[in-house]
């Protein structure tokens, strides 16, 4: 009896250690995921407002150009060009499509908020946090994650506060994840697993799999889009890209005034 118990506790100890392996990969996983999931909202959101505005700026020359030279020659072919140039000048949205998903069961976004009160929309600093920030945001990820929780109320309470992780990372702010890291420490880590039984140690790892399959699929996706194939292509440094971008367009735009100038006062 005392040998079938001790080959059952060393069994189900190597179980044990391959579980909290497991964890550990995962629990790595996700995070690089997530820091690229946060890089490619802040990069999308930095690529919209820092070039959204000078695309916009190229459509409406563009429009003008064809409709100025449409009024010089009265060429019909001009003229078709000219109308379809100006077709492609991005409207202004409605006030329903700036209210599209701005207004949600817990009220206005922060965005719909701004709108209203005329306040500016804080963008982030940055496309990645510092490196402080990330040193920081890796280690307090690893010690709250959801996925360390043994039970629904644990995996509950470290959800809402790695939401909040996850917000203070994006905005780069260090100090903010120094306050959540003593705020974790001050509010302790929870109940202990304690020794889990080997039916519940199958059925984790077969979950931690089948969570490392849904997370590479999304991995997936993130570095195929568009937004996420420019922050690989940009390396370690997409916020000298967007500036980069910004300047190209900055001087097609100043071309095309050129052009128009010429076009009106020829």
């Not at 976004?109 to 982030?124: D, F, K, R």
């Not at 039916?199 to 195929?224: N, P, S």
């Not at 097609?252 to 010429?262: C, H, N």
Request: aromatic share 6%.
């Amino acid at each position: 009896m005392t040998d079938d118990t001790d080959h059952h506790d060393e069994a189900t100890g190597r179980l044990e250690r391959a579980v909290r392996a497991a964890e550990t990969a995962l629990i790595e996983f996700e995070i690089a995921v997530e820091t690229f999931r946060i890089e490619v909202e802040n990069f999308s959101r930095l690529h919209e407002q820092r070039l959204g505005p000078l695309y916009a700026r190229l459509e409406e020359l563009d429009a003008e150009i064809a409709e100025a030279v449409a009024a010089r020659t009265g060429d019909p072919e001009d003229e078709r060009r000219a109308r379809q140039a100006r077709a492609a000048v991005s409207p202004l949205p409605l006030v329903s499509e700036l209210f599209q998903g701005w207004l949600d069961s817990e009220g206005f976004s922060p965005e719909g908020y701004a709108m209203l009160t005329q306040q500016s929309v804080q963008e982030p600093p940055r496309v990645r946090p510092g490196e402080e920030a990330r040193k920081i945001y890796r280690e307090l990820v690893r010690r709250c994650h959801p996925d360390l929780a043994v039970d629904a109320t644990e995996r509950d309470r470290r959800d809402a506060f790695l939401a909040r992780v996850n917000k203070a990372y994006a905005r780069g702010d260090a100090d903010e994840l120094r306050d959540l890291a003593a705020e974790w420490e001050r509010g302790g880590q929870g109940p202990d697993a304690g020794r889990a039984y080997a039916e519940e140690l199958y059925a984790r790892l077969e979950w931690l799999a089948q969570r490392k399959e849904l997370l590479a699929d999304a991995a997936a996706a993130l570095e195929d889009s568009a937004i996420g194939s420019m922050l690989r292509m940009a390396g370690e440094d997409p916020d000298g890209m967007l500036d980069d971008i910004a300047a190209e367009l900055r001087q097609r735009v100043a071309r095309r005034e050129a052009e128009l100038a010429g076009l009106l006062t020829g």
